[in-house]
C-alpha cells in the first residue's frame, strides 16, 4: 500500500508542477517553463499579438455584456408578459362575474315578463268573457229558454215553435202582423 501512496503522491506532484509552469497555479514563469507549448509560444514575445488577444478578449466582453443586456431586456419582457397576463386574468375574472350578475338580472326580468303576460293572459279572457256577457246578456237563460242559432228573430224557441206549428194563434203582446 505505501507503493501505491508514493505514485499516488508522484503524481500529484507532477500535476502541481504542471499548475505552476503554466501559470494556472502561482506566477507565470515562461523561461524555466518546461512544457513544449509555453516554450515555443510567441504570444509573451510579440506585442501585435499580444494586443490582438486583448481587442479580441475586450470584443468578447462586449459582446457578454450585450448578451447580458439582452437576456435583462428578454426578463423585463418576460415579466411585462406575466403582468400582462395577470391583468388579463383580472379582467377575465371581472367580467364574468359580470355576465353572471347579468344573468341573475336577465332571470329576473324573464320571470317579471312572464307574471305580466299571465296577467295579461288571464284579463284578455276575463274581457273576452264580458264582451260575450254584453253582446249575448241571455248567457244564463237554461238551454230551453236560449234563442235558437241562426233564427232571424231573437224569440225565444217556444215562440217560434208555437208560430210554425200554429200561424193564426195570436200571444199576447203581438201585433196581428204576426210581429
Not at 502541481?16 to 510567441?42: H, Q, Y
Not at 499580444?50 to 470584443?59: A, F
Not at 235558437?148 to 206549428?165: A, D, E, F
Request: aromatic fraction near 6%; charge should be positive; hydrophobic fraction near 30%.
Amino acid at each position: 500500500m505505501s507503493k501505491k501512496m508514493q505514485s499516488l503522491n508522484s503524481n500529484i506532484d507532477k500535476a502541481k508542477n504542471f499548475f505552476e509552469e503554466s501559470g494556472i497555479l502561482g506566477p507565470t514563469n515562461f523561461k524555466d517553463s518546461s512544457d513544449l507549448i509555453r516554450k515555443t509560444s510567441t504570444i509573451h514575445l510579440d506585442t501585435s499579438l499580444k494586443n490582438q488577444i486583448r481587442k479580441t478578449s475586450s470584443c468578447l466582453r462586449y459582446r457578454a455584456f450585450n448578451e447580458k443586456n439582452t437576456l435583462n431586456s428578454y426578463d423585463d419582457s418576460l415579466i411585462n408578459l406575466q403582468n400582462e397576463i395577470y391583468n388579463m386574468r383580472d379582467i377575465l375574472v371581472h367580467g364574468e362575474t359580470k355576465i353572471v350578475i347579468l344573468r341573475t338580472e336577465i332571470g329576473k326580468l324573464k320571470q317579471a315578463l312572464q307574471a305580466i303576460m299571465h296577467v295579461q293572459i288571464q284579463a284578455r279572457n276575463y274581457s273576452d268573457e264580458i264582451i260575450m256577457k254584453i253582446k249575448h246578456p241571455m248567457t244564463s237563460l237554461c238551454l230551453f229558454c236560449q234563442p235558437i242559432k241562426g233564427s232571424p228573430n231573437s224569440s225565444s224557441t217556444l215562440v217560434n215553435r208555437n208560430k210554425n206549428n200554429n200561424p193564426n194563434n195570436k200571444f199576447v203582446g203581438e201585433d196581428f202582423n204576426g210581429k
